[in-house]
């Protein structure tokens, strides 16, 4: 099984609490998260793009570095590690995208991807003036077909000449080619429409893990019904949050602290209930908001052990062909994770 990490491009990574670890991103944090991840033999990085954040005490993801520049720079550290940036499609034409990549894929050597992010917070498009109106929440995979057809034409032929609805072509150029005429794309819509999107044009759909296996089994499944239908080889990945310690006891303890400082006002940007008083609020209320802390990603917290076994059953699920971590402190974490948990997992001997 594969194993990636989701690298900390904003800041205090997904944890929206005040006892979590709290930093600033950086290309130095990251850099190093990058040598820990390649010592270890983890597989792939990704970073994600996000153009605005949700405030609070932590001023939860304020701060974020610009993907396709990270990644680069990272091409540049790195040496075997496969690495993916997002493109959130609104905010760059699809050749001159398809030309990063190609300027990436070189820097790197061929280990360099995209993960397709249609959108969907429209505050981080309008606020900078490139939301495309409202239409195109309901055609945003429409739209997305286009733009990445437009990048694989030029990858693999170097032209593209596509009269679309939203594009046109004319004669567009581009070279170098990328290795093979083409760049991995990963995608991560959860809806039907995203996963057809991704079984007929993705290398690897992303699902958000949950504690409930079952849930993941079922997710796994929309997607390999889709790619049965196109009769595409793509592979499920599952985002997990990983807490470890050297005892079950130890790790949730550290969980429970987290859980504990939950950010409530960066909650609340996060579930779109801005207007709700959160000091009015009962304690009913307020457990439920915790809950969200991770941003609702699947948490796998235990000893070494635990986790090793818990990722091995996660291996056993039709479609899935890795697994990405999120981490608490993300260097620290990397290294004890390469160094306690993956000689434990049977799906990695
Ligand atoms: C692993 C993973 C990575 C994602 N990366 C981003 C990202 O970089 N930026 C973003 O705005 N949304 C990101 N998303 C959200 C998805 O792209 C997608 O918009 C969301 O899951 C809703 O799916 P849908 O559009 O099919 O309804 C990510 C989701 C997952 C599970």
Known sequence: MDLGIFIPIGNNGWMMS???????????LNSETAARAEEAGFEFLLSMVKLR????????????????????????????????????????EP???????????????GRFGINIVSGWNQIE??????????????KR??????????????????????KGEYFQMDDCRLSPLPQGGKVPLVCAGQSDRGMEFCATYGDYQFIIGTEDLDVVRNDASRLVAAAEKTGRDVGVYVLFQITMG???????????????????????????????DTAGATADKIAEMQQAFNLNIGAVVGSHQTIADRLDEVSEIPGVKGVMCVFDD????????????????????
């Open 53 to 92: 954040g949700f405030g609070g005490d932590t001023e939860f993801w304020d701060h974020n570095l610009e993907s396709f520049t990270l990644m680069a720079g990272l091409a540049a550290a790195t040496e075997k590690i496969n690495l993916f940036a997002s493109v959130a499609l609104p905010t760059m």
């Open 18 to 28: 005040k006892n979590s670890p709290q930093y600033m991103p950086s290309f130095a």
């Open 95 to 109: 050749a001159m995208v398809a030309r990063m990549a190609s300027t990436i894929d070189d820097i790197s050597d």
């Open 246 to 276: 050297d005892t079950d006891e130890e790790a949730q303890a550290k969980w429970q602290h987290y859980k504990d400082g939950a950010d409530l006002e960066a909650i609340k940007f996060l579930i779109g209930a801005a207007e709700m």
């Open 125 to 138: 498009y309008s606020q900078m003036g490139v939301w495309p109106g409202d239409w195109y929440y309901e």
């Open 141 to 162: 995979y429409d739209y997305a077909t286009e733009y990445v057809q437009i990048m694989q034409d030029l990858w693999k032929d170097g032209v593209s000449d596509l």
């Open 330 to 349: 993300y260097p620290v974490a990397t290294k004890e994770f390469g160094e306690k948990i993956m000689p434990l997992m049977k799906s990695r001997s």
